[in-house]
């Protein structure tokens, strides 16, 4: 991953992390959500890195409890009429 991506992830993340802060510090006896999508490039070695080795670690952590991560496949992806997506090659 080039240096310009690895910057511009950690932007989004210390973005969401900024997010949660304030969601921590505004939140009542209910519970908030965030809800987040994560475009990605199917089939990109550098979304599947990201994938595995960044986002995974949201889900070891006491944030996946107030987020509502949606994956959205972006780039080499094709939705089919009978709604299901492909990818390209």
Do not use: W
């Not at 240096?3 to 969401?16: E, M, Q, T, Y």
């Not at 199917?42 to 889900?59: A, E, G, H, K, Y």
């Amino acid at each position: 991953m080039d240096p310009k991506s690895k910057a511009r992830l950690l932007v989004l993340f210390n973005i969401f992390i900024f997010i949660y802060s304030l969601h921590q510090a505004s939140s009542s006896n209910s519970e908030k959500i965030v809800s987040v999508e994560l475009y990605y490039e199917t089939l990109c070695p550098d979304s599947v890195d990201f994938i595995l080795n960044q986002v995974v670690q949201l889900f070891q952590s006491p944030l996946i409890s107030v987020v509502d991560l949606k994956f959205v496949p972006y780039g080499n992806a094709r939705l089919r009429s009978n709604h299901t997506i492909i990818c390209q090659r």
